[in-house]
């Protein structure tokens, strides 16, 4: 069965500056897509980020990148110039054969203005 | 984006009554749509998946029989919570996908369900 772990409960952050959350997984399958989503206050899921597992190069959306290290199943998300609106609850998701998204127990963060 | 909706937003019922949550793909067809449960500063728990025109598949531990799921259309899934007891008192929340291994799922808002 997938896991995923976030080692992260809690994480803090100043405005514009820079934050990693991570994230491991264990899967058997050899591809497959891994998401983060943010869990704003208002409980609205949004797709921060998507990396394809069998493309090397690391995923870029504006301020968020993610390090994706497929041997070691790792895929950390990167948050440059934090900003108020980015403090939510992060959950990290690789996605299985099934479609089935598998969350981490996600990192909550904040932002210190 | 793709848009979903989902309602009630919040509803609070006596214990013993069922509540159905209706969960709508409003610009697109769902092939596939997906339930979750969520407790406060907890993670999405998946409840069931469903297939429009079949049978839902559920996760382990859920009851079938307590938690009913229909998708009758490409657009619409609904979970009834039956003979509902304070202990279903949780955050519900449905997503659509159009299938396939880049499966995104676009999330409803949420539904807060009360059983008093």
């Known amino acids: 069965a997938q896991t995923v772990t976030q080692s992260q409960p809690e994480m803090s952050v100043q405005e514009a500056e820079t934050v990693t959350l991570s994230c491991t997984y264990d899967?058997?399958?050899?591809?497959?897509?891994l998401f983060w989503y943010k869990q704003p206050p208002s409980r609205q899921m949004i797709l921060v980020i998507r990396?394809?597992?069998?493309?090397?190069q690391n995923a870029t959306e504006n301020r968020f990148s993610v390090n994706f290290q497929k041997a070691a199943k790792s895929f950390s998300l990167k948050i440059s110039d934090s900003q108020l609106g980015d403090a939510a609850m992060y959950f990290c998701?690789?996605?299985?054969?099934?479609?089935?998204?598998?969350f981490g127990q996600g990192t909550e963060l904040s932002v210190k203005p | 984006g793709a848009v979903v909706s989902q309602h009630p937003s919040r509803v609070i019922c006596k214990s013993g009554t069922s509540v159905k949550i209706e969960c709508r793909s409003l610009?697109?067809?769902?092939?596939?749509m997906f339930w979750y449960r969520q407790f406060p500063k907890k993670s999405l728990m998946l409840m069931a998946t469903?297939?429009?025109?079949?049978?839902?598949?559920?996760e382990q531990g859920v009851e079938k029989d307590k938690f009913l799921i229909n998708h009758a259309s490409l657009t619409l899934s609904t979970l009834t919570v039956t003979s509902a007891h304070p202990e279903d008192s949780s955050f519900y929340i449905c997503?659509?996908?159009?299938?396939?291994?880049?499966?995104?799922?676009?999330f409803g808002p949420g539904t807060r369900l009360t059983v008093l």
């Open positions: 997503s659509a996908g159009i299938g396939g291994l880049n499966n995104e799922q676009f």
């Open positions: 899967t058997s399958e050899s591809d497959y897509y």
């Open positions: 990396q394809e597992a069998y493309k090397q």
């Open positions: 998701a690789p996605i299985n054969q099934g479609g089935k998204l598998i």
């Open positions: 610009d697109f067809q769902a092939t596939t």
């Open positions: 469903s297939n429009e025109g079949s049978k839902a598949t559920y």
